[in-house]
């Protein structure tokens, strides 16, 4: 829950200040996607780009 927390208020901010996350979330809205709905999008969108992120920093080596 507090994972889930954390996604949210950071994607809260992130739809105020980041241009590709913003027009994401009001392009769902568009397709009338509710509120809620369209937040957690953005909130898994986040994720994904966190573990690309963290993917592409450990240089491909697999942890033992």
Do not use: C, T
Not at 31 to 46: D, L, Q
Request: charged residues 25%; glycine residues 6%; aromatic residues 4%.
């Amino acid at each position: 829950a507090e994972i889930r927390q954390v996604l949210y208020m950071a994607s809260m901010s992130a739809m105020r200040h980041e241009p590709r996350l913003r027009d994401f979330y009001q392009s769902l809205r568009a397709r009338g996607k509710e509120g809620k709905v369209a937040i957690v999008a953005v909130m898994r969108k986040m994720l994904v780009i966190l573990n690309a992120r963290m993917r592409d920093a450990q240089g491909g080596s697999i942890p033992a």
